[in-house]
């Protein structure tokens, strides 16, 4: 079978969608519960002597869990929209 | 009515298949979260079959595939998707009993073109569905999986790297209860939309569906109750073997093999694409391990996996064909898959029985190093 064949038969651009959007969720989504993880850390450690400090950090901690929590409803939406 | 008693067969057989699929695959699901003590194993089984219930009903791409993209549908008879079916079974269960996570959609996959195969020869199979559709997604999918576990674990390492490694951990621990039961959820939309699809074939080739009829709803239920119950009854050998042989896992790396395996099963499902739930979180798991360490990874059980991938398809249909052949020596009515049945079943409790005489393999990966 040629190359060109075998690229009739098989949705190339289907795959390349599916590729992306596995690298894009399960990359961003890593990054945004690690980014909640630190924050939540960093918030403790210096909630005491640095409050305004400490509250950047929670405001990360909270954007990271907005990401996921989008991210996961996005995905489901997807799903039940087809 | 003999072919109504046929029709009657083949949708208990495809909920048996589906059972043992919940059984066999979504130990793989939940290995990673029962071997970072994320959850304890009972937990975590049971959110999982919670979670693959209510995937079933998320998506009917895949059974459309299943139903409409690999095989001939007007050359399909029940007998032919019976066979299919008892191939892709006995496939699982020889599997399962020697612990190797193969795949079950591909061994559904295989039994059914083995069966096309040997009752209508080369003609009945649609070669471009199966390898645009099955083929060639099966070779991406964990190899994509292990790139993005490979990746995100990077990515999770270095933004917190430098915390206290507890918190951290107790973190990950949670995420992974999410990225769990994402899993789970991503797994029951894929598999149990398989049998799903051939419930409809075997309906369509029995003349309850006109051909371009959609799944019906009580197909979708059940075969959303067969998979959430194999999957609650569990197949604890295959945890053992994902959860602790193929590597040690710390929560991030759990975390970041189950998002991987998630997201691509998800993003595969959208078009439509019957994946398989072991394969990708196979390669999610060995990406989160081997960005770490290659050594961390056990390449010696990951090969004997990657055999068995490669022998399922070839296996299953070899089977699926068998099957055909055996039901056809009783002619063409409902007297050959009733000897098959009877046959199988007999088999089978003697394999749950042998099976189970060895003990439960979980109590010694889990629990077991809990004290």
Redesign the interface.
């Given at each position: 079978m040629s190359a060109l064949a075998?690229t009739k038969?098989?949705?190339l651009g289907?795959?390349a969608?599916?590729?992306e959007?596995?690298?894009i969720?399960?990359?961003g989504?890593?990054?945004a519960?690690?980014?909640?993880?630190?924050g939540?850390?960093?918030a403790?450690e210096h909630r005491r002597e640095r409050p305004v400090l400490a509250g950047a950090h929670a405001l990360i901690a909270v954007a990271g869990l907005l990401v996921?929590a989008a991210a996961?409803g996005f995905?489901?939406s997807?799903?039940?929209a087809? | 009515m003999g072919s109504d008693l046929i029709l009657y067969i083949v949708v208990a057989t495809a909920l048996a298949f589906d059972f043992t699929n919940g059984f066999h695959d979504t130990a793989n699901v939940v290995a990673t979260t029962i071997s970072t003590r994320a959850l304890p194993p009972r937990v975590a089984v049971t959110l999982a079959a919670i979670l693959n219930f209510v995937g079933a009903f998320?998506?009917l791409?895949v059974a459309a595939t299943i139903a409409k993209d690999i095989v001939d549908q007007s050359l399909v008879t029940t007998t032919v998707v019976f066979a299919g079916l008892v191939g892709a079974i006995v496939w699982n269960l020889v599997t399962w009993y020697f612990g190797l996570p193969s795949s079950s959609s591909h061994a559904l996959v295989g039994g059914v073109v083995g069966s096309m195969l040997a009752a209508h020869g080369t003609a009945a199979v649609q070669f471009?569905g199966l390898?645009?559709k099955v083929i060639?997604?099966a070779l991406?999918a964990p190899v994509?999986?292990f790139?993005?576990?490979g990746?995100?674990?990077l990515?999770?390492y270095r933004?917190?790297g430098r915390?206290?490694p507890g918190?951290?951990n107790r973190?990950?621990r949670l995420?992974q209860v999410?990225s769990g039961q994402?899993l789970a959820?991503a797994h029951g939309?894929n598999d149990a939309q398989k049998t799903m699809g051939v419930i409809t074939l075997a309906l369509i080739a029995n003349g309850n569906l006109a051909k371009d009829a959609s799944v019906p709803t009580w197909v979708v239920i059940s075969a959303a109750t067969a998979i959430a119950l194999g999957t609650y009854i569990g197949g604890w050998r295959i945890i053992k073997t994902m959860g602790s042989r193929i590597i040690k896992m710390d929560p991030a790396q759990g975390?970041?093999a189950q998002?991987?395996g998630?997201?691509?099963i998800?993003?595969?499902?959208?078009?439509g694409?019957p994946l398989s739930t072991t394969h990708v979180i196979s390669g999610g798991v060995m990406g989160a391990g081997a960005a770490k360490r290659l050594s961390a990874v056990r390449w010696g059980v990951a090969g004997n996996i990657v055999v068995a991938w490669l022998l399922t398809l070839p296996c299953a249909a070899l089977v699926g064909g068998v099957v055909y052949g055996v039901t056809r020596v009783f002619g063409g009515g409902a007297a050959g898959p009733v000897v098959v049945v009877l046959a199988g079943l007999a088999l089978m409790v003697y394999v749950f029985v042998r099976r189970f005489q060895r003990g439960v393999a979980i109590t010694t990966t889990a629990e077991g190093t809990r004290a």
């Open positions: 075998a038969i098989v949705d289907q795959l969608q599916v590729v959007v596995a690298l969720a399960g990359i989504v890593s990054i519960f690690s980014l909640v993880i630190r939540a850390v960093r403790g996921v996961i995905g489901i997807t799903m039940l087809k | 998320l998506s791409a471009d390898l645009g060639v997604p991406i994509l999986a790139a993005v576990a990746i995100a674990i990515v999770c933004v917190v915390l206290a918190p951290v973190g990950f995420g999410l994402m959820l939309t975390f970041a998002g991987a998630a997201a691509t998800l993003a595969a499902t959208h078009f694409y």
